[in-house]
């Protein structure tokens, strides 16, 4: 079985405090100091397992290594370095790249040359321009961190960095899709993530934060920016969700786990060396192990794993099943999925709506790029018959 790991060198520690971070909480899991690397430093000895495993995992396929955190810059070059010196210990002939997601504050000099001289891809997180940026991503005293943010960025390009741009859509920037996706593409090398933030409130388990963003609101942001981008940037500009609508109206192998039909291929393994089903799902009932004691090739192909994944399409309601963009949207994430359906079960999706605005706007000019593609043409033509 394939499967990828995303790697917390430090857990959920961070220099920010995001109103919207689901992670920080995190911090719960390791309240015990006495265990190694609790709230610290991933060891030297879970290094090598992880790197080694991975690079040992099945097939030929490129191993890539996906740094995460909490903020996986506070782990320092020192850290990255030996991971480097581990890798190429272990490759032999199997190749493998190294990914780190960023909030892009702590970055400097040193982090671009070394960054760089690597090929390292950062991922960094950028919410749009100031004012939309700063209304959540704030650091432990209350201020904005976009000045950081683009300070960061400019260290990327000074040291010719390759890197995407991940934003959320939260309640504030999905009221300014076209000022946040220009402002994002301007920034960009081309490639954009937006990922919604939806967090269910402690009062009510069908009602969110504020923070959160709405079906509504989801729908209607993607429905602008791609009306943008269908003119525009087709061809320029790579958003995850259209590369992703448009793979599933091919019929090709899906590119997120977000749509596909099932998961559990996607582990998170924590500084400590304790592995969870998926980044998403990490609380003691989603255990699987740590990987000082059974191999990720063990844990993820175990069958409560199998099951994990399994359940994402078994769960799915009977609205959802007969719906006609099942095929774009295949239930998306399951943490998402706790509004009641309309036979009185629970399980369908709360970005159900927008995303159905969505699939179901973009599905004639989706068609027309899919039929490009298959005549062997470039999808960018659209451009033409939209201008």
Known sequence: ?????????????????????YYLEKASLFADASVEGALGLMSEEVLDAYVRQMLNSPGTHPVEFVWQG??????????????????KTYAGQRSYTNVIQTNG???????????????????ISIDGP????????????????????????DILRKHRVDYNILATINHKNAEHPLETYQFLKEQSQGFLQFVPVVRQAAESRE???????????????????????IREDVGKIF??????????????????????TDCGGSGLLEQTGDVYACDHFVSPEFKRGNILEQSLQEMLSSQVQHDFGLAKSRSL???????????????????????PATDGTHGKNYLCAGYKYFFEHSADTMREMALLIRQRRPAQEIMRRKN
């Open 1 to 21: 079985m394939a499967y990828s790991i995303i790697a917390k060198a430090v857990g959920p520690r961070c220099n920010l405090n995001c109103t919207y971070c």
């Open 70 to 87: 909490g903020e996986p810059l506070l782990a320092g070059i020192p850290f990255y370095e030996q991971a480097l010196r581990i890798q």
């Open 105 to 123: 504050t702590l970055l400097g000099d040193a982090w671009g040359e070394f960054l760089s001289r690597n090929a390292i891809l950062v991922g």
């Open 130 to 153: 100031a004012a939309l940026h700063d209304a959540y991503r704030v650091d432990k005293q209350g201020r904005g961190s976009f000045k950081q943010v683009m300070a960061g960025l």
């Open 207 to 229: 009602t969110v934060t504020p923070w959160s963003v709405t079906a509504k609101q989801f729908g209607e942001f993607y429905v602008t920016v791609y009306d943008e981008w």
């Open 239 to 260: 958003v995850q969700l259209f590369d992703a609508t448009l793979g599933n109206h091919l019929g090709a192998p899906p590119l997120v786990c977000y749509y596909a």
């Open 317 to 339: 309601p009977l609205e959802c099943q007969t719906c006609p963009v099942l095929f774009a949207c295949k239930g998306e994430c399951p943490k998402n999925r706790f509004l």
